[in-house]
């Protein structure tokens, strides 16, 4: 007779919670209410208002993604509908079928099933990355959205508002969230290391926060994965497990170029190349050094971004080559030197 406690078997009591990596950190910690959602404070506090007051109007929220677009009409939703959520809610998202048929067939369907509902609410439906909806399902939808505002309400997420056609943003309120900030993602990431009882230092935090570019799902999932992989945050494990060229390599380029020293520049360069990095690992990553780097002078910061700019553009066009990136050197460097040395 077997344990029920048995490895590879859940607990009697089939709590999944008990086994601390059943869920990604990401759904484990999740808000639930909208006091919990990190960042994008005014906008929050509209949605409070629209939770108060029972009454939600469409909706569009546009942003990056992992600012907690999807989360907060999830938190709304819950505030709104309360235990009648599971019924009241229809969520469709990218990867479902979301052509004109499903407008027509599933959305009409949900709209006009009757739900018992607290009083003065409507069923709410969720269109995750709706500017990928076929120009087709949008025009359909428009007209579904006022046959049946009187019970259901739409809720949009998308990462570029202007991708959804003008008739059905002038139904909605559009909101709009920004990239989160270093201070409100490293807040988060305390209190996940805090609750996980993760080992960290203060350069693994700063890793991640670098890596995350405002991006919480990312940074939240670079910190399982340091965690998993290494059992410690450091800065280097993060880089590891990123994959992306270090910081403090660039940051040596750059004082490379600012003494225009070529050579010392491009045997960086090299390192970094052998080492299997893409062209755009490489500039997207200085681009981003430069940009926060204080030693250097705020024109040639401008200047710097510009030439680092149109090397981005024809990398992206196809151009990834080691000699591209030289090019780029060649021309950071050239930007300090002394006219003297271009005599001949």
């Known amino acids: 007779m077997t344990s029920s406690t048995a490895k590879g078997k859940a607990p009697a009591n089939g709590n999944a919670s008990d086994t601390p990596y059943e869920l990604p950190w990401v759904e484990k910690y999740r808000p639930k209410l909208l006091d919990d959602i990190v960042g994008n404070g005014e906008t929050i506090e509209r949605l409070k208002v629209i939770a108060r007051d029972g009454n939600m109007p469409h909706i569009i929220i546009s942003g990056m993604p992992g600012i907690g677009k999807t989360t907060s009409i999830h938190c709304l939703a819950h505030q709104l509908l309360g235990d009648a959520y599971k019924e ?39 269109l995750d990355e709706a500017d990928s909806m076929t120009p087709g399902a ?17 809720a949009l997420a998308c990462n570029m508002s202007n991708k959804i056609i003008e008739p059905i943003q002038s139904r909605c309120a559009i909101l709009r969230y920004a990239k989160l900030r270093d201070t ?66 660039i940051q040596s380029i750059i004082r490379a170029c600012l003494k225009s020293n070529i050579d010392g520049a491009m045997e960086k360069l090299n390192e970094l190349w052998d080492q299997g990095y893409s062209a755009v690992d490489i500039v997207v990553t200085v681009f981003r050094v430069v940009k926060t780097f204080d030693e250097i002078p705020e024109y040639t910061k401008l200047e710097y971004i510009k030439e680092i700019g149109f090397t981005h553009m024809r990398i992206l066009e196809g151009v990834g080559t080691l000699i591209q990136l030289g090019g780029l050197m060649a021309r950071l460097c050239k930007m300090n030197m002394k006219p003297e040395l271009f005599k001949i």
């Not at 469709?92 to 009083?119: C, H, M, W, Y």
């Not at 939240?220 to 965690?227: A, C, F, R, V, Y």
């Open 184 to 249: 409100e993602i490293l807040k988060r990431l305390l209190e996940i290391c805090e609750m996980e009882q993760i080992k960290y230092n203060d350069d693994g935090l700063t890793a991640l926060i670098f890596t995350s570019e405002g991006d919480m799902r990312q940074a939240i999932n670079n910190l399982q994965s340091t965690h998993s992989g290494f059992g410690f945050v450091s800065g280097d494990n993060v880089f590891k497990v990123c994959d992306q060229p270090h910081p403090i390599v």
């Open 88 to 126: 009241g809610v229809l969520e469709l998202n990218a990867s479902d079928e979301r052509g004109i048929d499903v407008v027509r067939n599933k959305i009409k369907a949900f709209a006009q099933k009757k739900v018992t509902l607290p009083s003065g609410r409507h069923k709410i439906v969720i």
């Open 138 to 154: 949008q025009q359909a939808l428009r007209r579904t959205m006022e046959i049946y505002a009187n019970t259901t309400r739409f």
